[in-house]
């Protein structure tokens, strides 16, 4: 038996380029199916995939072909194409080579996104005023990522960029497949459970609705709707929305965006510090030069009224006060012992003491009340005479008028 040639690589792949082409029913396909993974190039051409439930097929539809469509492709939507099988021999992948492209609806994926999405903001799982709004500090950040990839070390290289102060739990979860739902849910309620970080973030990289589709999971959204701790999505591109997106306190673009937003939270509170201090320096050194401005006024006054001085010179003048105040004092007392003299002198006089002791009586009632007059006496009324020595007792036998 002959031995085979030997043929390199790009050989068996031009061959196998040239065995689809050269086939005629390969030349004019017509295929239905759900686009997937739909990107459109700097150069015009558009790049997805085709699929159904079990396979997909790799598509290219270059940029004049493009051109002529009248929709925008997205993700989910079910389309007919119109194209040619062929291999790209760089890689050895066989693809369809795509000329006409029309939009059949949308794809069951799709539909399911949908759905879910109608039912959940039914529940009210998408209310602004249910959501919980960041702290104004973040010092601790959860991540429940794939701890591999390109989403992940973004993410942490931004946090420590812009706050390196910044500490960052890793929670590894797969974030693609039928457990990753699960292993999201698994550490969102890890993380509040140890209330141990002060806001969580959830994600991964881009990708198809296929590979994104465990943030569409119905139990995720409960979960992180129940969550007391603030979660941020951050699923896909910027323009990739999840159920997840929906439901979290706050959707990010991208994960390098919820990084951004975390840190850049902290950092602005940080600015904010450095304001208020700032301006209490300013206020306190304002207050201390008002207060020496004020102390050094004062100390001219001072100097200026002599206060000291005063105060002496008031010493001075109490002295003389209270000098003329005693002298006055004793001449009122020496005036007043005088009249007091007078008077004792005046009463002395009136004293019906001295009357008494030059024989004469006073003559009263019984009740001490003194008689000057006869009139109003009657007989046999009883009288006291007052000597100078005593008392008598008379009633009187006749009264005789002058």
């Not at 794939?146 to 812009?162: L, N």
């Not at 950092?267 to 450095?274: G, K, Q, S, Y």
């Given at each position: 038996m002959?031995?085979?040639?030997?043929?390199s690589v790009?050989?068996?792949n031009?061959?196998?380029?040239?065995?689809?082409e050269?086939?005629?029913?390969?030349?004019?396909?017509?295929?239905?199916?759900e686009?997937?993974?739909?990107?459109?190039?700097?150069?015009?051409?558009?790049?997805f995939s085709?699929?159904?439930t079990?396979s997909k097929?790799d598509?290219?539809m270059f940029?004049?072909?493009?051109?002529?469509?009248?929709?925008?492709?997205?993700?989910?939507?079910?389309?007919?194409?119109?194209?040619?099988l062929?291999?790209?021999?760089?890689?050895?992948?066989?693809?369809?080579?795509v000329?006409?492209?029309?939009?059949?609806?949308?794809?069951?994926?799709?539909?399911?996104?949908?759905?879910?999405?109608?039912?959940l903001?039914?529940r009210?799982?998408?209310?602004?005023?249910?959501?919980?709004k960041?702290?104004?500090?973040?010092s601790r950040?959860?991540?429940?990522?794939?701890?591999?990839?390109?989403?992940?070390?973004?993410?942490?290289?931004?946090?420590?960029?812009?706050?390196?102060?910044?500490?960052?739990?890793?929670?590894?979860?797969l974030v693609q497949?039928?457990?990753?739902a699960?292993?999201?849910?698994a550490?969102i309620?890890a993380?509040?459970?140890?209330?141990?970080?002060d806001?969580?973030?959830?994600?991964?990289?881009?990708?198809?609705?296929?590979?994104?589709?465990?943030?569409n999971?119905?139990?995720?959204?409960?979960?992180?709707?129940?969550?007391?701790?603030?979660?941020?999505?951050?699923?896909g591109?910027?323009?990739?929305?999840?159920?997840?997106?929906?439901?979290?306190?706050?959707?990010?673009?991208t994960?390098?965006?919820?990084?951004?937003?975390?840190a850049?939270?902290t950092?602005?509170?940080?600015?904010?510090?450095?304001q208020?201090?700032?301006?209490?320096?300013?206020?306190?050194?304002?207050?201390?030069?008002?207060?020496?401005?004020?102390?050094?006024?004062?100390k001219?006054?001072?100097?200026?009224?002599?206060?000291?001085?005063?105060?002496e010179e008031m010493r001075?003048?109490l002295?003389?006060?209270?000098?003329?105040?005693?002298?006055?004092?004793?001449?009122?007392i020496?005036e007043?012992?005088?009249?007091?003299?007078?008077?004792?002198?005046?009463?002395?006089?009136?004293?019906?003491?001295?009357v008494?002791?030059?024989g004469?009586?006073l003559?009263?009632?019984?009740?001490?009340?003194?008689?000057g007059?006869?009139?109003?006496?009657?007989?046999?009324?009883?009288?006291k005479?007052?000597?100078?020595?005593?008392?008598?007792l008379?009633?009187?036998?006749?009264?005789?008028?002058?």
């Open positions: 002959a031995n085979p040639r030997i043929l790009s050989e068996v031009q061959f196998l380029k040239t065995l689809l050269s086939n005629s029913l390969l030349k004019n396909l017509m295929i239905q199916g686009l997937s993974n739909v990107k459109r190039a700097a150069s015009g051409h558009l790049y085709l699929k159904d079990a097929i598509c290219v940029k004049n072909a493009a051109m002529g469509i009248k929709f925008i492709p997205k993700e989910g939507m079910k389309v007919t194409l119109r194209g040619s062929g291999v790209y021999p760089p890689s050895g992948q066989y693809q369809i080579t000329r006409s492209l029309e939009p059949q609806g949308q794809g069951d994926l799709y539909q399911a996104y949908l759905a879910l999405k109608d039912e903001s039914e009210g799982y998408f209310d602004p005023d249910k959501k919980k960041l702290p104004k500090t973040v950040v959860g991540l429940v990522t794939s701890p591999t990839g390109a989403a992940v070390s973004d993410m942490i290289t931004i946090i420590k960029r812009r706050n390196p102060l910044m500490d960052i739990v890793l929670y590894p979860s497949g039928d457990a990753a699960e292993n999201i849910s550490g309620r993380f509040n459970v140890l209330k141990s970080v806001v969580i973030i959830i994600g991964r990289g881009g990708g198809s609705i296929e590979d994104l589709w465990a943030f999971d119905k139990n995720l959204a409960k979960v992180i709707f129940d969550s007391e701790l603030p979660i941020i999505s951050a699923v591109h910027e323009i990739d929305f999840t159920i997840a997106d929906f439901v979290a306190d706050i959707r990010a673009p994960p390098s965006g919820a990084a951004e937003l975390v850049e939270e950092l602005a509170f940080i600015n904010r510090l450095d208020v201090k700032n301006r209490l320096m300013q206020s306190m050194n304002g207050q201390i030069r008002k207060n020496w401005e004020t102390l050094f006024q004062l001219k006054d001072l100097m200026r009224f002599r206060p000291r001085e005063r105060v001075l003048n002295d003389v006060l209270q000098e003329r105040l005693l002298r006055s004092i004793k001449s009122m020496k007043n012992r005088q009249q007091i003299k007078h008077l004792e002198a005046r009463l002395e006089a009136v004293n019906p003491e001295n008494l002791n030059r004469y009586v003559v009263t009632d019984k009740n001490g009340i003194p008689i007059t006869v009139k109003g006496l009657n007989q046999g009324q009883e009288l005479l007052r000597f100078k020595d005593g008392e008598s008379v009633r009187i036998e006749s009264i005789k008028e002058n």
